[in-house]
């Protein structure tokens, strides 16, 4: 069905007609990407039956929107996207709510693109990994479509408004994912995660109206709210209020507390989302609101945000050494992973918004992959708690060879696309002239010391897991399926197509990220009351 499903998409697409920012599809392919899986959550819940009764009818629905959908998106990105124009593209508008000038406003661009394939491609998988639930299965599955449509529609807004409501309501199905399906603290991680991300919601929502309401007319439109481009201390107070709006779910240090909560008490498909997906939206919004839109105060906090990048990476690591629950200590990981993500950020140049993307998408597939993979041996061996396990690596031989390859990934091993993107974020720290030398020298410094640590505490778990003493009740387990050990190849390959082949990813962005550098570069050049170069 999903396959006949792309035959009939790919056909009705003009792989001929060269695209401009003014030549777009008539159909509304993005509106299509949203709404697919929003639909299929309506259908679930008419299925026959009651919702405590076990069927897989409602998982097959899921799969199969959700198949169809990344389909979609895929089918979309590689026919009608030109990565070559670094504007947004594929554009849809539409009033909705004239009277609020709410618009249903859709577009696509270098930094959206490989976001939105990420997202597709996480969120089938969490579905796949979700093949043995049997509580409450109607709700589980329709919550997950919900999901995939509020992440696609954060990553395709082009009015803010409508960015507000995707960005509010994707927090409903994991608070719900987390408090129903969670472990035993799951009604303290769910309402953590809900209060810190709806509290940040509200400099989320007071920024961007303060922006909407200045300047001239009122409007919603990203694309013309970045054109305004917000000066002096009005620019900062709307800066800092998107930073820490957006640095919670990021997450950046001292707002990241919700995070190990969260994973530690979220089933593995739950955490694959909020580490693949979710802490994404997170960066993603930083560079388009932060750095697009208020690109001066941006220049002026850039080293700020190096400073904040290198206490996530430090702070991240070493706050991994003291779990003992292998979650935790994954999700203290991507604590510090992302802080790469600000590094790249506030490197303000081409070389360092490409790391920062790199990042995205590479700490999406491995986080994604090594909670999977915990997931996997949690079924068999019912404990998270790394004391508690040893020997597995006898017993479960493929579990330990995929965990310690993401673990490999994740600790930036060359040939992997971890060790691309955190060399390309120290690249882009390096050839930064806005710097100082002594700053720069710092910068890497510190942050190298994350790199050392990363190594010791992952290699030291997957030690103590699959090489520690042998505990006699996990001597005879089974080994992971050939679905379960599909959907983690499905998650390791690309790590590694990128980590060889790393022009695949940065094709998708590059034209985008050049345009956002030149546009840093001609701030500081008006700060210094430079002259602007011709062309």
């Known amino acids: ?53 076990e069927s897989n ?13 990344f389909l979609l998106i895929v089918g979309v990105i590689a026919r009608l996207f030109n990565n070559q124009i670094p504007g947004i593209q594929l554009t849809e508008r539409v009033s909705w709510i004239p009277l609020i000038g709410l618009e249903w406003s859709l577009g696509i661009d270098g930094i959206s693109a490989p976001l939105v394939v990420l997202s597709g491609l996480v969120t089938l998988l969490s579905a796949l990994a979700s093949w043995n639930l049997r509580s409450k299965t109607k709700l589980y599955f329709a919550l997950l479509l919900v999901q995939a449509s509020a992440q696609g529609l954060v990553f395709l807004s082009q ?86 709006g957006f640095g919670v779910k990021l997450p950046i240090f001292p707002l990241h507390t919700w995070l190990p909560d969260a994973h530690g ?98 700490h999406g597939l491995i986080a994604a992959a090594m909670f999977f993979f915990t997931g996997s041996f949690y079924e068999r061996t019912k404990t998270l708690s790394i004391p508690n396990m040893g020997g597995l690596a006898k ?23 971890g060790f691309v993107s955190e060399i390309t974020v120290f690249l882009g720290i390096t050839s930064q002239d806005n710097f100082t030398s002594f700053f720069r020298a710092i910068t890497i410094l510190i942050a190298a010391i994350g790199l050392v640590l990363t190594p010791i505490y992952l290699l030291s778990m997957c030690r103590r897991v699959f090489f520690g003493p042998r505990i006699p009740a996990l001597a005879k387990i089974e080994e992971m399926s050939p679905r379960e050990l599909s959907i983690g190849l499905s998650l390791l390959i690309p790590t590694l197509v990128i980590g060889f082949w790393p022009k695949v990813a940065i094709d998708l962005y590059e034209s985008s990220a050049n345009a956002i550098a030149q546009n840093l570069f001609d701030q500081n050049l008006l700060a210094l009351n430079l002259p602007l170069p011709l062309g």
Request: glycine share 8%.
């Open 1 to 53: 069905m999903a396959g006949k499903f792309v035959q009939i998409l790919l056909s009705t697409m003009d792989a001929n007609l060269p695209l401009t920012a003014a030549s777009q599809p008539s159909f509304p392919w993005l509106s299509l990407i949203v709404l697919l899986p929003a639909t299929g959550s309506l259908v679930i819940p008419l299925l026959p039956g009651k919702d405590k009764e």
């Open 265 to 362: 008490e979220a089933n593995a498909p739950v955490s694959m989302l909020l580490a693949g997906v979710l802490l994404k939206m997170g960066g993603y919004a930083l560079i388009r609101f932060n750095v697009q839109m208020l690109p001066e105060s941006h220049t002026k906090l850039a080293p700020a945000l190096i400073v904040i990048g290198i206490v996530n990476i430090v702070y991240g690591a070493l706050n991994a050494f003291a779990q003992d629950n292998v979650k935790r200590r994954i999700a203290c990981s991507s604590v510090s992973h992302m802080g790469f993500v600000l590094l790249g950020i506030g490197a303000i140049d081409a070389l360092g918004i490409s790391g920062a993307m790199l990042q995205m998408i590479s």
């Open 159 to 244: 009015d803010f408004l409508l960015f507000f409501l995707a960005w509010e309501l994707e927090l409903v199905p994991v608070y719900l994912l987390i408090a129903i399906w969670g472990g035993s603290n799951r009604q303290y991680a769910a309402t953590k995660f809900i209060l810190y991300t709806a509290l940040a919601s509200l400099l989320i929502l007071i920024s961007g109206l303060a922006l909407a309401l200045s300047g001239g007319d009122y409007t919603l439109n990203i694309t013309e709210l970045t054109n305004r481009s917000a000066y002096g201390s009005f620019g900062l107070f709307c800066y800092l209020g998107f930073l820490v």
């Open 57 to 69: 009818l409602p998982r097959n629905i899921a799969i199969t929107f959700l198949i169809a959908d």
């Open 395 to 417: 017993v479960l031989p493929i579990t330990f060879a995929c965990f310690l390859t993401s673990s490999l990934a994740s600790l930036a091993l060359p040939g992997m696309s």
